[in-house]
Structures are given as C-alpha cells and as structure tokens.
C-alpha cells in the first residue's frame, strides 16, 4: 500500500509538471521580457517626452532598456510660464507637482531658478536639484582686489579705466546669469554681467561662492561649450577663446587661471555699417559640438531703421544663417555648407544641442531656432505680437515656421523661451 502511495503521488507531480509546461507554453511571455532589439525599435518610433517616460514607467526592465539604449527623444520646448511642448505634437503639457514656472535659464535638462540666498537648478524629468552660489558671493582673484586697485603689472586706476572689469560690475542690481553649463558634477561655469557684457565665473555644485578673475576685461561674449574636456568661449568679435581651469590651492575650488586666444575672427566689417536703405544687420553668435566638430554659428537678423524724425521702432527682419567648424590645427574658421542628411541644430541662446533626427521622419541638415532676445539687451522690435520657433534648411537655405500651433505672446518674461534636453542625467 505504501508503495502504491509513493507511486502515486509521483505520477501527480508528473501531471502537474505536465500542466505547468502547457500553462507556459500557451500563455504569452511578460512585457518585461521584451527582447532588447525590440525595445529599440518602439523607443525609435516615440519622439516624444510623455511616451517615452510611459514606457519606462512599465516595469524596472523597460525603465533599464531605455536607459541602456539611449536613444534620446526629441528636445521640450520649454516656456517659462511653465508649459512645455514636444515638438511633433501641438498640445502644451505641463509637469505635475510644482509646474516649474519662473526659471531664468536653462542648462541642458535643469531649469535655473533664483531665490536670495543663491540658485538651484532643478530638473524636471528626475526631480534632482543642485545648488549653486548666490551672485553676491564671489571668492576673488586676486583676493585683495578692490575697484581702486592696480589691475595688472604696470597698470595703474587711470589705465584700468579705460575698459570695465568684474569690479566695476560686481555690486549692480541688474547682475543675471546669461550662460551657465554643467560642465561635470564637479565643475560650473557661468557668464554673468549686464546687458551683452559678462565674465567667465566658476564653482563647484553645492559650493558657498564662485570665482572670478577680478581684473579681466569684461567682455562681449556670445556663448561657452564644453567640447571635448576643455571650456570654449565666442566673443562678438568672433574671436574663439580657450579658458584654463585649475583648482584653488587653499579650498580645492576651480578657478580660471588663464583665458587664451585660439582663433581669431574675421568679422566682416559691413555688420557695423547702416545701408543705403535704411537696413542693418543684427549678429548673434553661437557654440554648438555636432559630429565631434566645435561649430560657430552666425545669425543675421535684417533689421529696418526709421526714416529720420518718425517715431517709429527698429524693426527685426529676415533671419540668416552661416555656419562654420573650429579648425584647431590652422587656428580658423572653416565655413560648412552642410550638417549632414541626418543631423539638425536646436539653437537657443541658453541652450544649444545638435542630434540625430532621421529615425523620427524630420528632415535633417536644418536648424531649429528660437526668437530669445534678452529683454534688457533688445537692440530691435517686431511686427508681429507672437512668436514661436523657426527652421532653416541648410540645403535650399531657406526659413519657414516651425508649428503655428505652438506660439506665445512676446513679453520680457518669455523671451527665455528655450530647448530642453531630456537625455541629460
């Protein structure tokens, strides 16, 4: 009887096991075991920011896909009411909780805010924050620099007077950050100043103060990247300049040590000129690495003077378009008639990106930019009362809107209007 027992109780296990083997077979395998090929493919066809925080929403393994394959959405059109666009579809978004409105730049994927005693930079997507300086707390360099001191060997106050540096600056109300990039997690560098003019500040994340040159020239400059482990500043001028970082000896805190030039511009001299016709034309520079090339990029806006005695605004006109790499080796600038069939630029004045777009049916060798005039710099006006993004077609060198769809007011507030990247971490 016991062995009839045993014999049993083995045959139901069998069954069982049986069972258990035709349950697998007929039931479909877990989402989470998406193959990682395949993954890919649904992340290629989500340009957009919602879907693709959806789809790793699912379940760790689909999270983990995404971030193992890093295939990077489309940027957010970012405003600063707190709305935020994907590009490709028309409906503004906003970010549940505290809505990030009232950012005053924008570095990458975090969202700049200012408060009395410093700044934090937030961003959206992980809700990670990093604090940074209050601009009233500066470490020097020299650190007995004042306003009255000699600024260099031989100088002298009269000599110093004849261009302006950080400490005639350094105690005006109207003091902002217009450029800030994260350079590493231990390293920030930032253009601040009045109006076009700013120095070059550094600290560390989470640091009580930055740092600064006191007796540099203050100068024009247009925009900063980090290209391949060195900090790259444009100046109006189109001069390209190198910034040499060290550490502080005393607090381990990164520090300018010297600022050189590596390129020279060629600036056209008719930029300056008024013409026959009453036009003149209005020029923004900006730094951007794509395919491993620096590239500076020339925006000319047209703009129409008023006949003498009429009380009639500037106005802004057409766009133009120029671009050129950074040739490192014969110290120059080399123009570039195409970015590649694949490739376009996000140019913002805060932040600029270049990416791969072929994947999401857009046409590439385009930029997309952005009307982000600074308010307190505003050199001319416009016709039309809204505004919106642009592109330009590096092929046919042509302009045409973006979306008329997505637009907002022009007002001193959103002017800082910018792109946002969500592949940064």
Same mark, same amino acid.
């Given at each position: 009887?016991?062995?009839?027992?045993?014999?049993?109780?083995?045959?139901?296990?069998?069954?069982?096991?049986?069972?258990?083997?035709?349950?697998?077979?007929?039931?479909?395998?877990?989402?989470?075991?998406?193959?990682?090929?395949?993954?890919?493919?649904?992340?290629?066809?989500?340009?957009?920011?919602?879907?693709?925080? #959806?789809?790793?929403?699912?379940?760790?393994?689909?999270?983990?896909?995404?971030?193992?394959?890093?295939?990077?959405?489309?940027?957010?059109?970012?405003?600063?009411?707190?709305?935020?666009?994907?590009?490709?579809?028309?409906?503004?978004?906003?970010?549940?909780?505290?809505?990030?409105?009232?950012?005053?730049?924008?570095?990458?994927?975090?969202?700049?805010?200012?408060?009395?005693?410093? #700044?934090?930079?937030?961003?959206?997507?992980?809700?990670?924050?990093?604090?940074?300086?209050?601009?009233?707390?500066?470490?020097?360099?020299?650190?007995?620099?004042?306003?009255?001191?000699?600024?260099?060997?031989?100088?002298?106050?009269?000599?110093?007077?004849?261009?302006?540096?950080?400490?005639?600056?350094?105690?005006?109300?109207?003091?902002?950050?217009?450029?800030?990039?994260?350079?590493?997690?231990?390293?920030?560098?930032?253009?601040?100043?009045?109006?076009?003019?700013?120095?070059?500040?550094?600290?560390?994340?989470?640091?009580?103060?930055?740092?600064?040159?006191?007796?540099?020239?203050?100068?024009?400059?247009?925009?900063?990247?980090?290209?391949?482990?060195?900090?790259?500043?444009?100046?109006?001028?189109?001069?390209?300049?190198?910034?040499?970082?060290?550490?502080?000896?005393?607090?381990?805190?990164?520090?300018?040590?010297?600022?050189?030039?590596?390129?020279?511009?060629? #600036?056209?001299?008719?930029?300056?000129?008024?013409?026959?016709?009453?036009?003149?034309?209005?020029?923004?520079?900006?730094?951007?690495?794509?395919?491993?090339?620096?590239?500076?990029?020339?925006?000319?806006?047209?703009?129409?003077?008023?006949?003498?005695?009429?009380?009639?605004?500037?106005?802004?006109?057409?766009?133009?378009?120029?671009?050129?790499?950074?040739?490192?080796?014969?110290?120059?600038?080399?123009?570039?008639?195409?970015?590649?069939?694949?490739?376009?630029?996000?140019?913002?004045?805060?932040?600029?990106?270049?990416?791969?777009?072929?994947?999401?049916?857009?046409?590439?060798?385009?930029?997309?930019?952005?009307?982000?005039?600074?308010?307190?710099?505003?050199?001319?006006?416009?016709?039309?009362?809204?505004?919106?993004?642009?592109?330009?077609?590096?092929?046919?060198?042509?302009?045409?809107?973006?979306?008329?769809?997505?637009?907002?007011?022009?007002?001193?507030?959103?002017?800082?209007?910018?792109?946002?990247?969500?592949?940064?971490?």
């Amino acid at each position: 009887a016991q062995a009839f027992s045993s014999m049993s109780a083995g045959y139901a296990r069998q069954g069982l096991m049986e069972e258990e083997k035709k349950s697998q077979l007929l039931s479909p395998s877990p989402w989470s075991a998406l193959p990682l090929d395949l993954a890919s493919l649904v992340l290629s066809l989500l340009p957009m920011y919602a879907d693709r925080a #959806c789809f790793a929403a699912v379940c760790p393994q689909w999270r983990a896909a995404a971030r193992q394959l890093q295939i990077p959405p489309l940027p957010l059109l970012a405003l600063p009411d707190g709305t935020f666009y994907s590009l490709m579809y028309d409906k503004p978004f906003r970010f549940p909780g505290c809505g990030f409105a009232g950012y005053e730049n924008v570095c990458g994927s975090w969202l700049v805010f200012s408060r009395d005693d410093g #700044c934090f930079m937030v961003n959206p997507f992980s809700r990670a924050t990093v604090t940074l300086p209050a601009l009233s707390s500066v470490r020097l360099r020299p650190p007995n620099a004042s306003a009255k001191s000699k600024w260099a060997e031989g100088g002298s106050v009269e000599s110093a007077n004849l261009y302006i540096t950080w400490m005639r600056i350094n105690k005006a109300d109207n003091l902002r950050i217009s450029k800030l990039i994260l350079c590493s997690p231990n390293l920030v560098a930032a253009l601040v100043g009045i109006g076009p003019f700013s120095q070059i500040l550094m600290c560390q994340p989470g640091a009580l103060s930055w740092s600064v040159r006191a007796y540099d020239r203050i100068e024009d400059f247009q925009d900063m990247s980090f290209f391949q482990g060195k900090l790259y500043a444009i100046a109006k001028d189109e001069n390209l300049l190198v910034v040499n970082i060290s550490q502080d000896h005393s607090t381990g805190d990164p520090q300018v040590c010297r600022i050189g030039r590596v390129i020279e511009g060629d #600036c056209p001299p008719w930029y300056y000129g008024v013409f026959e016709d009453n036009s003149q034309a209005s020029k923004k520079l900006y730094l951007v690495e794509s395919g491993g090339m620096l590239l500076m990029v020339r925006r000319t806006i047209w703009c129409q003077f008023p006949e003498p005695g009429t009380d009639v605004e500037i106005m802004g006109g057409q766009n133009e378009f120029e671009v050129f790499e950074a040739d490192f080796e014969h110290s120059r600038w080399v123009k570039v008639l195409t970015l590649g069939d694949d490739q376009v630029l996000f140019l913002g004045r805060r932040c600029s990106r270049s990416m791969s777009v072929s994947q999401y049916g857009l046409p590439g060798d385009c930029i997309f930019f952005l009307d982000d005039d600074e308010d307190n710099c505003l050199e001319y006006a416009y016709d039309e009362e809204n505004s919106s993004f642009g592109v330009y077609s590096m092929r046919f060198r042509s302009i045409h809107s973006g979306d008329p769809n997505i637009s907002w007011k022009r007002c001193a507030e959103m002017y800082l209007a910018a792109w946002l990247f969500p592949e940064d971490r």
